[in-house]
């Protein structure tokens, strides 16, 4: 009886800057090929990242049976989860290469359900906080395209998409990723305001990170969070299909504020005796409030997928053909394989890619701070507040793990960090606040 043998069909990466940046302020995601590897490796031979610390990855009910049905294995690693695959060696122009024992399904789809399990997430993560629809994160390899790095030579597999356009009308978070033409912007406070004013957006690098275009699941039966405070009395919703064709109408209106709107996009016409379904799948949801900017979503209505208190769905499917995403090569081989030279050919491994979240840090102190104790070499980083009398960062400073210093041209401080990345919103910024005592002194003597 032949020996079993086992192969990856693919692997999931998920990566946190808040985790991985390293003590030079660095991005995990601006390294090359070569530092990247060496900072993962000394991450984990140093246990100090593991995904299970923030994440809670399963494979949904329905692709637990799937992967006992075409005998699959999931299994959970230090950077996320691959899937295996039980394959048969064969040598094809000298080369090893593994065809699947069984044969999957044109319509393969593997669904794996992400929930967090630290409780300051959303303080160290650059996600909303408070998203406009109670949608949930989607990803999948279908109809992405492969992320050229700044190597030209180097490019990774990200299963996110392209951060979205900027929206006249968009009451933005602070830390909120939108492009802005062909470049990608970090708001620096919360604000609405017109695209020609960059003043309150930063530069950033593309680097393909989980954004609000991401955030797209859907039931076909939601509400519309509306407060009484916003004093909302008129709401049309329109749902089109992504050619632009109008697939069905709302208009709810009130003479005192609407809260919550019940939204039913399950049928065309919910009131006849045989209404016409809604199928799942893309479309645009275009909203307008009391009549003013027409703000435009893109959503997945998929009733089956969505559960309201995970943070995101992970589709992987088989459908996807010809690409570097794809599972099986064109002739059905699993990508693994082992030339005649003895080069080796990886899995596909796909990536999501977290930012940590900026903050103002605000450094708090009994007796107060005095004008006097902004130094010179700390003027650059820092302004001495009159009002309060706190010490706040000149900008927003990326929240991690490491102690990374200020940098403000060849100006560099180590100033004391938020010891927990809890969060406090005030006007239109957020804040983290440090307190200064004995063991931690703003500037050392």
Same mark, same amino acid.
């Given at each position: 009886m032949s020996e079993l043998l086992y192969k990856p069909l693919f692997e999931v990466n998920l990566l946190h800057d808040y985790y991985l940046i390293s003590s030079d302020g660095g991005s995990f995601f601006e390294? +090359?090929? =070569?530092?990247?590897? =060496?900072?993962? /490796?000394?991450?984990?031979?140093?246990? +100090?990242?593991?995904?299970? @610390? #923030?994440?809670?990855i399963e494979p949904t009910e329905a692709t637990k049976k799937i992967l006992s049905e075409y005998k699959l294995i999931y299994k959970k690693t230090t950077l996320g989860f691959l899937v295996g695959i039980e394959v048969m060696e064969e040598l094809k122009l000298g080369a090893k290469v593994y065809k699947p024992r069984f044969e999957l399904p044109d319509n393969l789809s593997l669904?794996?359900?992400? *929930?967090?399990?630290?409780?300051? #997430?959303?303080?160290?993560?650059?996600?909303?906080?408070r998203p406009t629809l109670p949608t949930i &994160? &989607?990803?999948?390899?279908? @109809?992405?395209? %492969?992320?050229?790095?700044?190597?030209?030579?180097? /490019?990774?597999?990200?299963?996110?998409?392209? =951060?979205?356009? &900027?929206?006249?009308?968009?009451?933005?978070?602070?830390?909120a990723l939108v492009k802005f033409g062909a470049g990608l912007r970090e708001a620096l406070e919360f604000t609405m305001t017109?695209?020609? *004013?960059?003043?309150?957006?930063? /530069?950033? *690098?593309?680097?393909?990170?989980?954004?609000?275009?991401?955030?797209?699941?859907?039931?076909a039966i939601f509400n519309y969070p509306v407060k009484k405070e916003q004093n909302i009395t008129q709401l049309q919703v329109v749902l089109e299909d992504q050619d632009g064709n109008l697939i069905k109408s709302i208009t709810k209106s009130s003479i005192s504020p609407l809260q919550n709107v019940h939204l039913n996009f399950e049928f065309i016409d919910e009131t006849i005796e045989n209404p016409v379904a809604i199928s799942e799948g893309f479309y645009n949801l275009k909203i307008k409030e009391n009549g003013g900017s027409e703000i435009s979503y893109s959503v997945y209505l998929n009733e089956s997928l969505y559960v309201k208190n995970q943070l995101g769905i992970i589709d992987v499917r088989l459908d996807v053909t010809d690409s570097p995403f794809s599972l099986l090569d064109?002739?059905? &081989?699993?990508?693994?394989?082992?030339?005649?030279?003895? %080069?080796?050919?990886?899995?596909?491994?796909?990536e999501l890619r977290f930012k940590n979240r900026k903050t103002y840090w605000r450094y708090n102190k009994d007796p107060k701070f005095q004008a006097e104790d902004v130094s010179v070499d700390l003027n650059p980083h820092v302004v001495f507040e009159p009002?309060?009398?706190?010490?706040?960062?000149?900008k927003p400073k990326g929240l991690t793990r490491a102690l990374v210093p200020f940098i403000s041209? =060849?100006? %560099?401080?180590?100033l004391p960090y938020p010891k927990t990345p809890s969060l406090k919103v005030e006007g239109r910024r957020m804040f983290s606040e440090i307190y200064i005592n004995k063991s931690n002194r703003l500037v050392d003597s």
């Open positions: 390294k +090359t090929k =070569a530092e990247k590897e =060496a900072l993962i /490796k000394t991450k984990l031979s140093q246990q +100090t990242y593991n995904v299970t @610390d #923030f994440f809670g669904t794996f359900s992400i *929930n967090v399990v630290v409780t300051n #997430f959303l303080s160290m993560t650059n996600i909303s906080m &994160y &989607y990803f999948t390899n279908k @109809d992405k395209i %492969e992320f050229v790095e700044a190597e030209s030579s180097y /490019k990774t597999l990200p299963i996110s998409v392209e =951060a979205e356009p &900027y929206q006249n009308g968009i009451r933005y978070e602070m830390g017109s695209s020609s *004013n960059l003043s309150f957006w930063g /530069k950033l *690098n593309d680097k393909r990170y989980v954004t609000n275009a991401d955030r797209v699941l859907l039931p064109v002739d059905g &081989y699993i990508k693994t394989r082992v030339e005649n030279t003895g %080069e080796y050919t990886s899995h596909p491994v796909y009002v309060t009398k706190k010490i706040i960062s000149k041209g =060849a100006n %560099e401080k180590i």
